[in-house]
């Protein structure tokens, strides 16, 4: 394989790179005062940008490379996950949002100090940072590799290390110094990019495809002899080793979007800074629905790249060699062997966007736990009093700290997902379950009990971070000696973490509340 960048591609690079170096510039030119105007923006975000921010914090790298991998090997079932995000989303507004905005908190882990006290905040928040590190470096990683194949022509250890380097020095830069302000203006553009980006490839696609569209999609119906369609929504089969049925979908991916939308700062933090909490559950509700039309575009990708690849008939009699096991993806595998000349470039700057809207928001809401939770918290045991500004320094300190805690596990996923064979966009769902098991059981004693107390907090959460660790393989493996007949699904490992992590915390005598909640304010 040749990799031939053109000088087009390398002018799009370049106009990318001061797009980048521009909207930074533009988007901090606002000095922030404060720790809340840094983290929250003072709630003064307008609900159609906070729902395309939402937007790109959930989507990634993963899903620029994953869904094109799950269209072309699958069907359309993943597709249907996105009904378990719309339950989840209309359950956060009710129970979540309301909440959040009449405590006025920073982050969504204050909640659980007016129950159980500022440890178990702190638990929690320290517990958040440890899934975050896992999601966010993961998905890192899915960017640096795309970034190396295409820059390297390889995913050598020390070219993805280097991939690594740039894309997070990159994220830093954008959110340094402006605060979430400007990662919520800046999430809206790279998502715009990314979107765009795979728009065009579907576009040269069904150009590269001599079929019409009704021969495509019936190709697709009966792709081959025995196989099944793969344009099937809906898949009714029980089985614990699938995460897409729809017995999954109803139970851990409403769970697993309910965590994501509410219960992680990253996501929440974008949330909490619209003006009201109707207007936060809105913006809510629209980046759920916003995402399904995305998604399918990175799925159509794959279903046309399975046309592409596996069906030489409808190409005219042109049989373009298939993607082998040596390839990380069969949507890199076409790019840079298949793409026309002069949009190779255009398609890393959307892997590039697609990564850095994700990593902007990781960053900035790892550092909102970091410095308000933690930090501050640590700050006021001692007695000791700091001026706003400097928690605002705080936060960027904290945020450069991250960078390299996000960089290192990144080169650690290049290890980890090589061993666990996952596809990418499971893999990256899988390891945020770590935490999000633990933080679940503690947020529902919270919602649904008068139960728990700070000691079973913290009981629940290791609960749930331990029962997903002995769900994995290698560690039954390593137990046990032997191979497990069949690896459970991540949305059936987090139903049990968050059941047993539930149990855990109801475990203990209730305490006296911290303080009060408030009334939830109009408009909720």
């Known amino acids: 394989m040749e990799l031939q960048l053109t000088t087009l591609d390398w002018v799009i690079f370049a106009l990318y790179a001061g797009l980048l170096a521009a909207s930074g ?44 991998d799950l269209g072309y090997s699958g069907d359309l079932s993943y597709l249907f996950t996105n009904l378990g995000a719309v339950l989840a989303a209309f359950a956060a507004a009710r129970l979540l949002i309301p909440r959040f905005y009449a405590l006025r908190v920073t982050t969504v882990y204050e909640l659980l100090q007016f129950r159980f006290g500022e440890s178990a905040k702190q638990q929690a928040g320290a517990m958040y940072l440890i899934g975050r590190v896992f999601a966010s470096g993961a998905r890192l990683y899915m960017a640096a590799i795309a ?46 990019i990314y979107v765009g980006a795979a728009i065009v490839v579907m576009a040269v696609l069904l150009w590269q495809i001599p079929a019409d569209l009704p021969q495509i999609l019936s190709a697709l119906q009966s ?20 995460p897409f049925n729809v017995w999954s979908i109803l139970t851990g991916f409403v769970l697993l979007h309910f965590a994501t939308l509410g219960l992680d700062q990253d996501a929440s933090q974008r949330l909490l800074t619209c003006k009201t909490p109707g207007e936060g559950a809105r913006a809510m ?19 046309l790249l399975f046309i592409f690849y596996q069906r030489p008939d409808l190409m005219g009699g042109v049989s373009a060699t298939p993607p082998s096991g040596s390839d990380v993806t069969v949507f ?3 790019v840079l062997n298949e793409m026309p000349q002069g949009l190779r470039g255009l398609v890393t700057i959307g892997v590039v966007a697609a990564a850095l809207s994700t990593l902007n928001s990781s960053l900035n809401s790892m550092a909102s736990v970091l410095t308000e939770d933690l930090y501050r918290g640590w700050l006021k045991k001692r007695g000791i009093k700091k001026s706003e500004r400097h928690f605002v ?48 059981g503690v947020f529902f004693t919270v919602l ?77």
């Open 25 to 68: 510039y533009y988007f901090s030119r606002k000095k922030t005062s404060d720790s809340r105007d840094y983290f929250l923006a003072h709630n003064s975000m307008p609900v159609w940008m906070v729902a395309v921010s939402t937007l790109a914090t959930t989507q990634s790298a993963a899903t620029f490379l994953g869904g094109p």
């Open 147 to 192: 970034v190396s194949m295409i820059l390297f022509n390889d995913i050598d250890a020390g070219h993805v290390v280097l991939a690594v380097l740039i894309l997070s020095l990159a994220g830093l830069l954008q959110t340094f110094l402006g605060g979430v302000r400007s990662v919520i203006q800046s999430d809206a553009l790279q998502c715009a």
């Open 223 to 242: 792709p081959a002899q025995g196989q099944a369609s793969k344009l099937e929504l809906v898949d009714w089969h029980w089985d614990f080793s699938d």
């Open 285 to 303: 509700l629209l980046s759920v629905v916003m995402v399904i039309p995305v998604m399918a575009v990175f799925m159509a990708i794959g279903m």
């Open 332 to 334: 890199m595998h076409y």
């Open 393 to 440: 320094f705080a936060g960027r300190m904290s945020m450069a700290l991250l960078a390299l805690a996000l960089g290192g596990m990144a080169v650690l996923c290049y290890y980890w997902q090589q061993y666990s064979d996952l596809p990418l966009i499971t893999f990256a769902l899988s390891v945020m379950v770590f935490a999000y098991s633990g933080l679940l």
């Open 448 to 524: 649904f009990t008068k139960r728990g107390n700070s000691t079973s907090v913290t009981f629940a959460l290791a609960a749930g971070f331990l029962v997903t660790l002995v769900q994995q393989p290698w560690i039954i493996s390593a137990l046990t000696g032997a191979e497990p007949p069949a690896a459970m699904a991540f949305t059936w490992q987090l139903c049990l973490g968050a059941a047993i992590s539930f149990a855990v915390c109801c475990l203990g005598s209730p305490e006296p509340e911290m303080a009060g909640e408030p009334q939830e304010e109009a408009g909720a």
